[in-house]
T-cell receptor, first 112, second 114 residues
Framework: SQQGEEDPQALSIQEGENATMNCSYK?????LQWYRQNSGRGLVHLIL?????REKHSGRLRVTLDTSKKSSSLLITASRAADTASYFC????????????FGKGMKLTVNP | DGGITQSPKYLFRKEGQNVTLSCEQN?????MYWYRQDPGQGLRLIYY???????QKGDIAEGYSVSREKKESFPLTVTSAQKNPTAFYLC?????????????FGPGTRLTVL
């Protein structure tokens, strides 16, 4: 797998259900970030979790980070049609080559 | 309103022509970035700048050039040397000279080579 790979690649749910997206990565990170992109638009930052944090909440969003498994999950509770978008995880690499590496993204469709 | 603006939203270019994409921010952010996004793909870093009058190559800099003469502006030129320039281009900025910070994105420019 590449650095920052989302799973599943696509998810279709009904309004009101919860949506869970996973991100796996390969190398040590400073932080991990989740972004949303509506079709044809720029990315919007959702949440940042640092490597020494295990869980973070923001509104209907819950992010967890397991550095031992090199994985993160993003949970959107009580989904709405407006949550339909592509979601990207971005990993902030440690060490000499500091940069933010984006995954390929996953497409969430919330049906009304 | 504070934010990042990119212009134009759509751009068409003939093969062999250079074209410049505009990116302006009024957030007083130190760092600015250019990414390329192809259909179904993630973002790939073209160039970034952490401070005025300085910039660094990203992962796919070949065929592109940038300048950072002012803090608020980071234009990207797509040269004729770029073999496959048709893509969606995104500009971003972050508050500090720290490339692992939260990034704030513009609305993007869709470039099509005819």
């Amino acid at each position: 797998s590449q650095q920052g790979e989302e799973d599943p690649q696509a998810l279709s749910i009904q309004e009101g259900e919860n949506a869970t997206m996973n991100c796996s990565y390969k190398t040590s990170i400073n932080n991990l970030q989740w972004y949303r992109q509506n079709s044809g638009r720029g990315l919007v930052h959702l949440i940042l979790i640092r490597s020494n944090e295990r869980e973070k909440h923001s509104g209907r969003l819950r992010v967890t980070l397991d550095t031992s498994k090199k994985s993160s999950s993003l949970l959107i509770t009580a989904s709405r049609a407006a949550d339909t978008a592509s979601y990207f995880c971005a990993t902030a690499l440690q060490g000499g080559s500091e940069k933010l590496v984006f995954g390929k993204g996953m497409k969430l469709t919330v049906n009304p | 309103d504070g934010g990042i603006t990119q212009s134009p939203k759509y751009l068409f270019r003939k093969e062999g022509q250079n074209v410049t994409l505009s990116c302006e921010q009024n957030l007083n952010h130190d760092a600015m970035y250019w990414y390329r996004q192809d259909p179904g793909q993630g973002l790939r870093l073209i160039y970034y700048s952490q401070i005025v009058n300085d910039f660094q190559k990203g992962d796919i800099a070949e065929g592109y050039s940038v300048s950072r003469e002012k803090k608020e502006s980071f234009p990207l030129t797509v040269t004729s040397a770029q073999k496959n320039p048709t893509a969606f281009y995104l500009c971003a900025s972050s508050p500090r000279q720290l490339v692992t910070d939260t990034q704030y994105f513009g609305p993007g420019t869709r470039l099509t080579v005819l």
